[in-house]
Structures are given as C-alpha cells and as structure tokens.
C-alpha cells in the first residue's frame, strides 16, 4: 500500500523566512512525487513533480530516497505563498498506475 | 481551468435523500477521478476510472455509486446522504502521454452539506 504522510496541518513563517514543507511516503517502488497547491478560491492545481527537478515559483523538492522523503523548500517565503499544499505519490505500476495517493495538506500562512 | 466542470456547486440536502454530483472535461482525457476532501484528513479518492467501461474503486467508497456516461462525464452518486458525507467533493482528470499523464486537473469543487 502506498501511503503519504504530511506532519504539519498548519504552518506559519513570516515573509523572508525560509520555509519547508515535509512529506514522507511509504511505497514499495519506485515513486513518483509531487506537490500540489490551491490557493485561496481557485482550484487544486499542480506545483512541481520531482522527476522534472523544476523549481516552480522559487519552490524546490527534492526526492531522497533513503529517508522516504520529498520536503518542499522556499528559501524566501512570500505573502502570496500562503495556500493549502499536499505532497502526493503516483504508483508506478499495476494497478496503482495513475493513481494518487495525496498526504493530509500543510496550511502555509506567510504572515507580513 | 474552465476544462473540468462540476455541478451543482453548492448543495444542501437532507439524510436519505439521493443527490448526484456531475462532472463534465474538454481535456479530452480518458481518467477521471472523485475526491473528497475533509479538514484534517486531506483528499481521498472515491472511485476512479480509465476510460469509459472501466469504474472501480478507490479508498473510501462506500456509500457511493458513480457512471461513467461518456468519456467526458463522471457522476458521483450518494443514494442514501448521511451527514458525515458532509464534504468538499472534487473531480479530477487526466490523460495520458507527456504531460497530461502526471498532472491531475481538477475541477471547482462542490460543497456538501447533509442536514
């Protein structure tokens, strides 16, 4: 079974203070991570997948292996950063291919 | 993205009653998803589908029935509510290639309320 786990329902920083969102997953493969965001009234949408190695919106993620582990990190937070944010894992085969696995969601308020 | 559409938006409804929940996508997309998103517990995914003669479910549902009608439309029905079906409820879909395959796009969302 494949499982994702965000420890933090609520976090705040203020602006210019780094920030990072932790995410671990449990899955016997090998697994596909991203993170999704949804801003205040608009929809779900994605932010980053960690097989691009993208950094979206000055936001990275990194996905290490050993510790199960794809924590999402801004080194300079910003007020318009401040959403709901889930870390989700897709199966890579059988039949959990295609599916997504989401994570709790971390509440991010970026205080002025 | 005005490509998945949800309706109705709002509802409020009374214990066992039967509603039905819609969704519509011009993506073109073979898979289509159902969420419910409950504070604390995140999204968790209903019953999902890869294309139109394929249903199954997913993580939590019972309670809930859909149909697949076309490839552009994935209804959720509830055929007795029950307030702890109270919820946020998401349609979602995606297709397959790069990179339709690994994003999922969701819909608006429709908030429930079972009285």
């Known amino acids: 079974a494949q499982r994702v786990t965000q420890p933090e329902k609520l976090l705040s920083v203020f602006k210019g203070a780094p920030v990072e969102l932790k995410c671990n997953y449990s899955?016997?493969?090998?697994?596909?991570l991203f993170w999704y965001v949804q801003y205040s009234r608009q929809r779900l949408q994605l932010l980053l997948r960690?097989?691009s190695r993208e950094s979206i919106k000055g936001f990275t993620a990194d996905l290490n292996k050993g510790e199960t582990s794809f924590h999402l990190k801004k080194p300079f937070a910003q007020e318009e950063d401040s959403a709901m944010y889930y870390c989700?894992?897709?199966?890579?085969?059988?039949?959990?291919?295609?599916?997504?696995?989401f994570g709790q969601g971390t509440i991010l308020t970026v205080h002025p | 993205d005005a490509d998945v559409t949800q309706t109705p938006r709002n509802r409020i409804t009374k214990t066992g009653k039967r509603i039905m929940l819609e969704c519509s996508q011009t993506?073109?997309?073979?898979?289509m998803y159902w969420y419910r998103q409950d504070p604390g517990l995140g999204l968790q995914l209903i019953y999902y589908?890869?294309?139109?003669?394929?249903?199954n479910k997913g993580e939590i549902s019972d309670g809930y029935s859909v149909s697949r009608q076309a490839q552009a439309k994935f209804s959720l029905s509830l055929e007795s509510a029950i307030p702890n079906q109270t919820a946020l409820y998401f349609c979602?879909?995606?297709?397959?290639?790069?990179?339709?395959?690994?994003?999922?796009?969701f819909g608006p969302g429709t908030r429930l309320l079972v009285l």
């Open positions: 989700a894992l897709r199966g890579a085969g059988g039949t959990s291919y295609g599916k997504l696995t």
């Open positions: 899955y016997s493969g090998s697994p596909e």
């Open positions: 960690h097989i």
């Open positions: 993506k073109g997309h073979d898979r």
């Open positions: 589908s890869f294309d139109v003669k394929d249903i």
């Open positions: 979602a879909t995606n297709g397959q290639g790069y990179p339709d395959q690994e994003t999922q796009y």
